[in-house]
T-cell receptor
C-alpha cells in the first residue's frame, strides 16, 4: 500500500464545466476526508465519510459540491458548474476509527485551475 | 477548537535546531496540541502531538508550557528537507470523527 492516492494531480477546466476527482485511501482506513486549500491558506475541511456513510457535509462550500464513497473504499468529489473561485488544491485524507490523534494520512492533492 | 497564533515565517540555518512557537492562550483542559507540516506540493504530514507533558519522537520534540498556553516544536538538526509550512492545531481528540482546522501556519525556511 503506497498511501493515499489522488487522481488526477492536475486539472484545468473551463468555467461552467463539471469536474470529478478521485481519492483512494489506505486500504484498511475506514474514514475518508476531503479538504480544499487555496493559495497561502491552510487546508479547509469539507466533508468526511465513515465507510460509505457521509457523516459530515455541512462544510461543503455550496450545493455545487458533492462527494460519494459508494462502496466504502474510494471516494469521488464532484464540482458542478465550476467557477474561477473553485481554483484550489483539493486534498483527501484517510484514517482508522479511533485513531484520529495521529492517524490522518493525506494524499498529495488534485490542483484544479478554472479558466 | 482553541485559536492558535504562529509567526508567518522563520529562517533557520541548516544543522541548527529550529524552534517554532505557537500561542494557544484559550486552550481547554481536554484539548491536545498537534503539529503537522506541509512540504510544497504535498499534503500535510503529522509530526507530533501532546496534552500536558513534553513529547519526543523520531521527527521532533514538543515542549508545552506548564500553563499550556503556548508550545514550541523543536526540530533538533534541521535539514533543507525540513523547509515547509508548519501548522499548530489545538483540538479535542474526537477519535477522527471530524476534520482538522488549519490556520496559516509558519513557513520555515532552512538556509544552507
Amino acid at each position: 500500500d503506497t498511501g493515499v492516492s489522488q487522481d488526477p494531480r492536475h486539472k484545468i477546466t473551463k468555467r461552467g464545466q463539471n469536474v470529478t476527482f478521485r481519492c483512494d485511501p489506505i486500504s484498511e482506513h475506514n474514514r475518508l476526508y476531503w479538504y480544499r486549500q487555496t493559495l497561502g491558506q491552510g487546508p479547509e475541511f469539507l466533508t468526511y465519510f465513515q465507510n460509505e456513510a457521509q457523516l459530515e457535509k455541512s462544510r461543503l462550500l455550496s450545493d455545487r459540491f458533492s462527494a460519494e464513497r459508494p462502496k466504502g473504499s474510494f471516494s469521488t468529489l464532484e464540482i458542478q458548474r465550476t467557477e474561477q473561485g473553485d481554483s484550489a488544491m483539493y486534498l483527501c485524507a484517510s484514517s482508522i476509527v479511533g485513531q484520529g490523534r495521529d492517524g490522518y494520512t493525506f494524499g498529495s492533492g488534485t490542483r484544479l485551475t478554472v479558466v | 477548537d482553541a485559536k492558535t497564533t504562529q509567526p508567518p515565517s522563520m529562517d533557520c540555518a541548516e544543522g541548527r535546531a529550529a524552534n517554532l512557537p505557537c500561542n494557544h492562550s484559550t486552550i481547554s483542559g481536554n484539548e491536545y496540541v498537534y503539529w503537522y507540516r506541509q512540504i510544497h506540493s504535498q499534503g500535510p504530514q503529522y509530526i507530533i502531538h501532546g496534552l500536558k507533558n513534553n513529547e519526543t519522537n523520531e521527527m521532533a520534540s514538543l515542549i508545552i508550557t506548564e500553563d499550556r498556553k503556548s508550545s514550541t516544536l523543536i526540530l533538533p538538526h534541521a535539514t533543507l528537507r525540513d523547509t515547509a509550512v508548519y501548522y499548530c492545531i489545538v483540538r479535542v481528540d474526537r477519535g477522527g470523527a471530524d476534520g482538522l482546522t488549519f490556520g496559516k501556519g509558519t513557513h520555515l525556511i532552512i538556509q544552507p
